[in-house]
């Protein structure tokens, strides 16, 4: 599963116990979404980031897996939460960003209790965050290139 929707994480089997024992941060300075524009057919592809432009930690829970074949297959899932005022315009959900001071709390091995935990998961501040519109380029995996986020014309 790609993304694991934090309001449910207590509830689904399949994230119950990552969220509780295998939780990771997964690095990154930007992330895309696809904005539906009223009108269009096609979805313009948006690259949302900070405003500082550092790098962030997504939250995330990771897997291991071990197949009837005998391989050991490792997984990981973003965990994402509802928009923030800057995403709510673009998609209606968002990944979750932690503060850096909430690392050593998310990474804690010792099992913090889930209400600490599920405090976490909320948006991220709109007012430290930016969006543009990118390249369509970035529909493909093919195009691993830095024009993918750079801004073009809406």
Request: neutral net charge.
């Amino acid at each position: 599963m790609i993304n694991a929707r934090a309001e449910t994480l207590t509830e689904k089997p399949s994230f119950r116990t990552a969220f509780r024992r295998r939780r990771c941060l997964i690095p990154a300075d930007g992330f895309f979404e696809w904005k539906v524009e009223p009108g269009r057919k096609t979805k313009t592809p948006m690259y949302i980031r900070l405003k500082s432009g550092k790098p962030f930690a997504l939250a995330g829970l990771w897997e291991r897996w071990d197949s009837p074949d005998g391989s050991t297959i490792f997984s990981c899932t973003i965990i994402t939460t509802q928009p923030n005022e800057l995403m709510q315009v673009i998609h209606n959900r968002m990944p979750v960003i932690l503060p850096p001071q909430a690392y050593p709390l998310w990474l804690d091995p010792a099992e913090p209790p889930l209400p600490k935990l599920t405090e976490l998961l909320q948006p991220y501040p709109a007012a430290e965050m930016t969006s543009y519109p990118v390249s369509t380029i970035v529909n493909s995996p093919d195009n691993d290139l830095p024009a993918t986020i750079e801004p073009v014309a809406a």
